[in-house]
């Protein structure tokens, strides 16, 4: 059954199935108090809708707050495939391209997940590979619309 909560306590996952969005809406509320119910309910919405990417992002924000890193990495992963797929961008993130102008949708989610990665191998201690990541965003994204430069500081903090 569905829960039905107030409109203030909703997230704004955008323009997704009103089904997922259902799931997205019970796991986050699931979260404050069961993370397994909520790991199950992200887990459930992309098993439905393998395409939508705010599942990527619970699944990989869920799992790198509780320390879950080689699950939260996963995620990610999978999440960055997706959204380089959808933005029609090579797979490998070090093949992509800088663009005259900042990508939104599918790319802007491509180039935040990577940012994402990096601050998870930053929390694994794996400085390198976060720095590869971090070089890549400064590469596509300059203006840091994406905010990776908060990343980058976390990253400089621990040299």
Known sequence: MIEMFPEAELINFGDVPVAINALLQQGVA???????KAD???RRALAEAPGELPVYFCLYKIHTYQGHLSEAEAAAQSGLREAARQAGWDEDWRAWQPRDEAPDGPGRFALYTLKAL??????????EEAERKLAALRRLDPAGVVGWRVIEALAEGLS
């Not at 699931?30 to 397994?36: I, K, L, N, Q």
């Not at 990096?118 to 400085?127: D, E, K, W, Y």
Request: without cysteine.
């Open 40 to 42: 199950a309910l992200f």
């Open 30 to 36: 699931a979260y404050r108090h069961d993370h397994a």
């Open 118 to 127: 990096a601050f998870i191998h930053l929390r694994q201690n794996r400085v």
